[in-house]
């Protein structure tokens, strides 16, 4: 079962305009990432953020934690075409398990 | 190098059929991982080899059946499938855990798409 739960489940914006996904887990973690997947392909590990930070930047790439809501942001600044894709994030509690949640699929509209 | 591969790219096979996925890496990770991915679905861990050696079983049925020849190499044996088994099936890699390092950070191959009829 997949602890991640996330929202939107699916994203439509124009070029240009900032895209938001949020995700929610259940249990204490060490760290979270976000990867993202073009259709039908592999995942893209986008960026990780430790329990312990609260914020982390990566190029147009600005990710939130909220360890005592349990649920993480990532906002993507100033969409481009090439940013349409799924959207997953994935928590690790510690060992080699990664969960990662539902996914929030994002179409950017030329 | 990068770079994880998964052969073959795409895959039908029949319910009687044995078949294998394969996946390498060169980056030195020592833990690799098979992920099943249902359309519009997240991944689903399956198996996780570190240092070669079988870590994680997420109660997958026995027709699958990992092997890990070596520290680059990770196969997946495929028998008696269904074709609810129809998925892409992705691998990845990772280093192993050391204090100070993001070891979680996962590398994913491309995929093999399977599909059983």
């Known amino acids: 079962s997949q602890q991640g739960e996330e929202d939107p489940q699916a994203l439509s914006i124009q070029e240009g305009e900032n895209a938001t996904m949020n995700c929610s887990y259940k249990t204490s973690i060490n760290n979270l990432q976000w990867y993202r997947q073009n259709s039908g392909r592999g995942l893209v590990h986008l960026i990780l953020i430790r329990s312990n930070e609260r914020e982390k930047h990566s190029g147009r790439l600005r990710v939130t934690l909220d360890t005592s809501k349990k649920s993480s942001s990532l906002l993507i600044t100033a969409s481009r075409a090439a940013d349409t894709a799924s959207y997953f994030c994935a928590s690790s509690t510690g060992g080699f398990k990664t969960i990662f949640g539902a996914g929030t699929r994002l179409f950017v509209k030329a | 190098d990068t770079e994880v591969t998964q052969t073959p790219k795409h895959l039908v096979m029949g319910m009687t059929n044995k078949k294998s996925l394969k996946c390498e890496q060169h980056?030195?990770?020592?833990?690799m991982y098979w992920y099943k991915q249902k359309a519009k679905k997240p991944p689903e861990l399956m198996f996780v080899y570190s240092y070669e050696k079988l870590s994680i079983n997420e109660s997958v049925p026995s027709r699958f059946s990992p092997e890990c020849p070596n520290s680059s190499l990770l196969n997946l044996h495929l028998h008696a499938l269904q074709p609810e088994d129809s998925a892409l099936y992705l691998c990845a890699s990772s280093t192993p855990r050391l204090a100070g390092v993001d070891t979680d950070t996962q590398y994913f191959g491309p995929g093999t798409r399977l599909t059983v009829l």
């Open positions: 980056m030195g990770h020592r833990a």
